[in-house]
């Protein structure tokens, strides 16, 4: 049973649209949301991460909406440029100390 | 700035044989490792977090006696994949915490495990 549900599998926008990912998850006890992405031939690197006591996180063009109630929690990237095409990974854990359960990832592919 | 090391990058086992695989932070002190395994069309498995000063703690589906972990030092971890088969091949990923209170986990590229 998948633990941290992630759509889309694949995403394609234009350059200057946002992308929209969602995710979803089952365990109440998680309570630590990170988004990492990852480049081909590179490691996953942080993103951006949330915590339940806010429902929203920015940082420049990424934004996490939380949603507690339904367990949901998306990434919106703003303004996308080529060079966020990348696979981006939602994730989940009880505490940022902790393991984290992943999602499948999306590959989000931006044109120019 | 903070670097993991993951060695080897590429490796080949035959079947029923064991392979090890270091992980190596640069640059800090990793207070813990996880170690997670990225099996074809998968996403990353969480296999065992070592914590400084605590037991390793394995996930469900992974167990000490098929991938013992090392972590010496704070610098430090291996893992072995014993009695590997082909189920057991993919991506071993080493993500290593840096300080208490830092949320940021830094990857290695990964051990890519074949198994013929």
């Known amino acids: 049973q998948q633990q941290v549900r992630q759509s889309p599998q694949s995403l394609t926008v234009w350059e200057g649209e946002t992308a929209i990912l969602n995710c979803s998850y089952e365990d109440s006890t998680f309570d630590y949301f990170p988004w990492y992405h990852q480049f081909p031939g590179e490691s996953p690197a942080l993103l951006i991460a949330?915590?339940?006591?806010?429902n929203k996180k920015e940082d420049g063009r990424f934004t996490i909406f939380f949603n507690k109630r339904e367990k949901k929690f998306s990434l919106h990237i703003a303004d996308s440029q080529p060079g966020d095409s990348a696979t981006y990974f939602c994730?989940?854990?009880?505490?940022?100390?902790?393991?984290?359960?992943f999602g499948l990832g999306t590959r989000v592919s931006v044109f120019p | 700035g903070a670097l993991v090391y993951q060695y080897p990058r590429r490796t080949i086992c035959k079947s029923g044989t064991s392979m090890r695989m270091e992980c190596q932070a640069v640059?800090?002190?990793?207070?813990?490792v996880a170690w997670y395994r990225q099996s074809p069309q998968k996403t990353f498995e969480l296999i065992a977090l070592?914590?400084?000063?605590?037991?390793?703690?394995?996930e469900q589906n992974f167990t000490q006696e098929k991938f013992p972990i090392s972590h010496p030092n704070l610098s430090f971890s291996s893992m072995t994949v014993l009695n590997a088969y082909l189920e057991d091949r993919g991506l071993y990923l080493c993500g290593a915490r840096e300080g208490i209170s830092n949320e940021r986990l830094f990857f290695g590229h990964g051990t890519k495990l074949s198994v013929l």
């Open positions: 994730a989940a854990s009880e505490d940022y100390a902790q393991g984290l359960t």
């Open positions: 949330i915590r339940p006591v806010s």
């Open positions: 640059g800090f002190q990793a207070t813990s």
């Open positions: 070592s914590t400084v000063n605590s037991a390793i703690k394995y």
